[in-house]
Each structure stands twice: as C-alpha cells, then as structure tokens.
C-alpha cells in the first residue's frame, strides 16, 4: 500500500510539474512489472530479514572501520609496484574520514586507538595534529572544512566525487543551531550561523568588468561611454540610470581580445535597441519548427546520455554542452565538429555557463561540486566544493572575477574564481534553486526555485532584498535585460512573467538608508504559452527576449 501511495504521490508530482510524458511512462511501468514483482516478494521475503539482522548487528560496531581500513591497506602494499603509488594515494583520505566517523558515532577511545595505530602511514604532520584534536562529534564541523581544503589541494578528483556523493556530515549530538529560525526554509547540516555570517563579511567587488584595467570606482572616459550608449533611445536614459553609475572592476583572469567587427557588430546593436513601451513586450510569437526549417538545422552527436545544458560563445563561434555521461563537450560551429571532450565530472553534469567574454566556462554537477574550465585545457583549473547536495546552475559575474552556484540544498553560493573559495552564502530558499541571473551593474542577483519563488539578492550584504511571488511551479530558467529594468522568469507553469526592475531597485537604494526592508517588486506582465512550460530565456543584445521549451502533449 505504501508503495501505491508513494507511485500516486510521484505521478502528481509530475504531473504538477508539466512532465506529462513521464506520468505515462510511469503507469506503464507500473502496470507490466506489477506481475513479476507479485511472485518474486515471496520468495526473497525470508533472505531479506535475514541479511538486515546481520546489518544491524554490524552497523553499531565500531571495530569495521579498523578490520576494513586494515585489509584495504594491506591489499594496496602487496599490489604491483606499477600501481602501488596511486593506490596508497587514497588512503589518507578514507584514513580521515574513518577517524572523523568514528567520533560522530560518539566512539572516542576505539577512534583514538585507529589514529594512534596507523598514523605512521601519512607523513602529513600538521593536518595530524588538527585531526588529533578532534575529540567531540561538535568539532566535525570545522573538520569537514579541513577535508575539503586537503581534498582540493590535492586535487584527489576521485575521492572528492565519491564522498561528496555517499556522505553526508550529520552531527547528532550537540547539533549546532540551524541558520535562520524556520526549520522548512533550508536544511544545512554542520555549519553554524556564525560561519555564515563570517562568509558574507568578505569583501566583494560587484561593479562591471572594467577593459581598461581600472579599480573600483572606474575612469572618467569610460562613464562618458555608458551614458552615450544609454541616452540612444527614447526611454532608455531613466532606465539605465542604475547600470551607468556601477563602479568598475579589474577582472582577475586574463581575458582573451575581441575583434574589431565583433566590437563593432556589438556597438550597432547597442545603439538600435527594441522600444519595450512602459509595460514591457506585449505579446509572445510562437517560432514553428516546420519542415523547411528542420532541414536547415546542424546535428551534432557524440555524447552517449542526455543532453542537459548547452550555450553559445558570445560571438557564437563555439557551442558547449554537458551531459548524463559526466562529460563536457564543445564545438565549432562553422566546422560543425567536435573539438574537445573535458572530462574531469564524475556524475552527469546539470549547467555549463561560458563566462562573458567566453574562453573560460564553468560547470554543474550532480557530484556536487562546480568547475572552471579553460577552453585550451582539457583539466578544471578551479574546484568549488561545498555544497551538501547537487549543484544545479551556475552564472556568471558581469565582471568576471565570481561565479554563482544554485543546489538542491536549499543555497546559493558565491565563489571567487581566483582563489575557489565561497565569500556569499545566501540563504532563504525552501526548495532546490534552479534558476539564476545576475545584473548588468553587477549588484544583484535573482535566483528561482522549485516552487516558483524568485529572490533577488544585494550581493555585497549577501542578503534578499526582494522576494518576487507569482509562479507556481519551477522557475527553470531568469534573464535580466540588457540595460537592466526587466526580470524575465520563465516557468514550469507555462508562463513568462516581467518584473519591473529599474524603478524597484531605486526604491530599495531609498530603503537601504531609511533603515527599512523593501518588498515591492512589481510584476509587469504575465505572457502565457498555449502548453509549453519555459524551460530556458535569453534577451538579444538589441533587447529582443527569446522563450523555448518543449511543447506538452495535445499542444
């Protein structure tokens, strides 16, 4: 009965959700295996009580770390000399975190015991003597941190896969406090709100990239740009108000140049914007892929799963996408072939995101880590691990030096690229975050969850200025325009909505000093599609949005 209950539950779900295909397959399933699995419970009832005694009696016996770490260790220095060297590689870290089990199961004296006895196998003095101190299960949270940081350093891609995918740090007794005061908004398990608070006290530079390698605050010849191409409409000057005053920011990395032509494609398109009147676009044109169409169009095959995520170079010279087969994949789209596969993921890869000068890229994954890549290289140059459940999207920083990860646990992190540590944590959502867009000042970041809420968060106090109420089922997919005054959310509620933006930010600045909190983002529009849920959004650089998504069965 339970196992009906929970397939009608999940078939909701789908339905809820617009996965109209996916309902159906389930009842078909349901329906042709529901013989077979009549006559086989019988029959494995008895082995299965069995087996889960003998489990039982096993899982409270703190002797398995020592009998398995042991045998795994003899194993790895009687193997072949050739593969000797990577095998012990792996012990350290199975050798900590067996240490660090054993005291949250509240075994002080058998995990002491472990330590003392195969110490002599790592010659890693000084985090020995940080793990030596670990004696209360409350110590682990500032020990989980220790392992990530050893694991990063050592680049150990394959240990860090696996524990971020089989282990979770649950501290039991002594459970620290959770961040905010509803136990529903986020479920964060081994960090304390003072940690929290100690990320978002770190310095971030939010202004735009600046080409001329200027500080904060920018120069005087480059704002006289901004408000030239901000006065080239009717209605633009009002508008871009918030986005001409942002200061500017050296980026960090270095940047590949950009053509002459691509510049000046760049700059026609700036000054030709598309008028939006003052309620934003009025209606949505449905693009057919008819048979003309079909014909016209460039297959590109060569991963062996589903294809979640793709994008464009910002020229649109190179495509990139990310797959179920843990890898990532570019191509050339004038030669219409396959140039690189990175593989570096260890699980299906959700998000790619090329930065916005393109070269470097980053990624998403269900290992629960993000990555940044270099076109030329075929290894991640940055690992941001972190996240206690998958890591679902990824953006990036208008200025280069930051990128934003959204993940089923509930948070939405921020990540200096140059160093690969969090300096943002933002905290609020109560469901998976799907979506994520940042400002063209670079000021403000809006992110979408499973439950249709969106939030728009100041990225230098790291908190939600706004949060934004009007779908009611996932927001796949935000896209802010190109000067900045709308937000465009895409649903899985078959609706694009348009927030007003522009006048809304000048009035929390007003809040900011009168000490208040604002809430009062204000939708402009909503544009419904017949059945198609919205599944991804992007504004031309002439201001043109663009929606997509697959249309539902009878559409």
Not at 92 to 111: I, K, N, R, S, W
Not at 429 to 450: C, F, I, K, Q, T
Request: proline share 4%; net charge neutral.
């Amino acid at each position: 009965m339970e196992d009906e209950e929970m397939e009608k539950k999940v078939h909701q779900y789908l339905q809820r959700k617009g996965f109209r295909v996916a309902g159906l397959a389930l009842l078909e399933d349901r329906t042709r295996l529901s013989a077979a699995t009549t006559t086989t419970t019988t029959a494995s009832s008895s082995s299965h009580s069995l087996s889960d005694a003998a489990l039982s009696r096993s899982e409270n016996d703190p002797a398995r770390y020592y009998d398995g770490y042991s045998k795994l260790r003899t194993w790895a220095y009687s193997y072949l000399d050739h593969y000797k060297h990577e095998l012990l590689r792996i012990l350290y870290p199975l050798f900590f975190h067996c240490f660090m089990d054993l005291v949250a199961e509240g075994h002080t004296q058998e995990a002491c015991s472990f330590f003392h006895t195969f110490r002599e196998d790592h010659e890693h003095s000084r985090d020995l003597k940080k793990l030596e101190s670990i004696l209360s299960p409350l110590h682990l949270e500032y020990s989980y941190e220790l392992l990530l940081q050893y694991l990063h350093k050592t680049q150990a891609l394959v240990v860090l896969g696996i524990i971020n995918e089989r282990i979770d740090f649950q501290v039991s007794p002594g459970q620290s406090p959770l961040i905010i005061d509803d136990s529903d908004a986020v479920v964060l398990i081994g960090t304390s709100k003072d940690l929290t608070k100690q990320i978002n006290q770190k310095e971030v530079h939010w202004g735009q990239r600046s080409s001329e390698g200027g500080k904060q605050g920018g120069s005087h010849k480059k704002i006289k740009k901004d408000k030239f191409v901000g006065t080239t409409g009717k209605n633009m000057k009002s508008e871009t108000s918030m986005v001409s005053i942002a200061p500017r920011v050296k980026p960090e990395l270095t940047l590949p140049m950009t053509s002459v032509e691509v510049e000046q494609s760049i700059l026609e398109d700036l000054r030709n914007p598309c008028s939006q009147g003052e309620n934003g676009p009025s209606q949505i044109e449905r693009v057919s892929t008819s048979d003309e169409a079909r014909k016209s169009c460039t297959l590109f095959q060569g991963h062996s799963g589903p294809v979640y995520s793709a994008m464009f170079s910002p020229i649109g010279d190179f495509l990139l996408s990310s797959s179920a087969d843990s890898t990532i994949r570019l191509w050339n789209t004038k030669l219409n072939a396959n140039l690189v596969c990175y593989k570096g993921h260890n699980y299906p890869v959700w998000d790619v995101q090329f930065s916005p000068v393109g070269h470097y890229f980053a990624s998403a994954s269900h290992d629960r880590t993000a990555r940044i890549w270099s076109m030329d290289k075929i290894q991640p140059l940055r690992i941001m691990a972190g996240h206690l459940s998958d890591v679902d999207c990824v953006q990036w920083h208008v200025n280069c030096n930051y990128i934003a990860t959204g993940s089923s646990d509930k948070t939405v992190r921020l990540w200096d690229v140059q160093t690969g540590e969090c300096i943002r944590m933002f905290i609020g959502h109560r469901s998976m975050v799907l979506s994520l867009a940042m400002s063209p000042d670079g000021r403000y970041m809006a992110s979408g969850d499973e439950d249709g809420t969106i939030m728009m968060w100041d990225i230098s106090s790291g908190r939600c200025v706004s949060p934004l109420v009007g779908h009611n089922s996932c927001v796949w997919s935000l896209a802010y325009s190109c000067e900045g005054a709308l937000l465009a959310s895409g649903s899985a509620d078959c609706t694009v909505k348009l927030w007003d933006v522009a006048s809304s930010s000048k009035t929390l600045k007003m809040d900011d000093t009168k000490g208040g909190s604002a809430n009062r983002l204000r939708m402009l529009k909503a544009l419904p599609t017949k059945s198609t849920p919205v599944y991804t959004l992007q504004f031309s650089r002439r201001n043109l949005l663009f929606a997509a998504g697959a249309p539902s069965l009878g559409s």
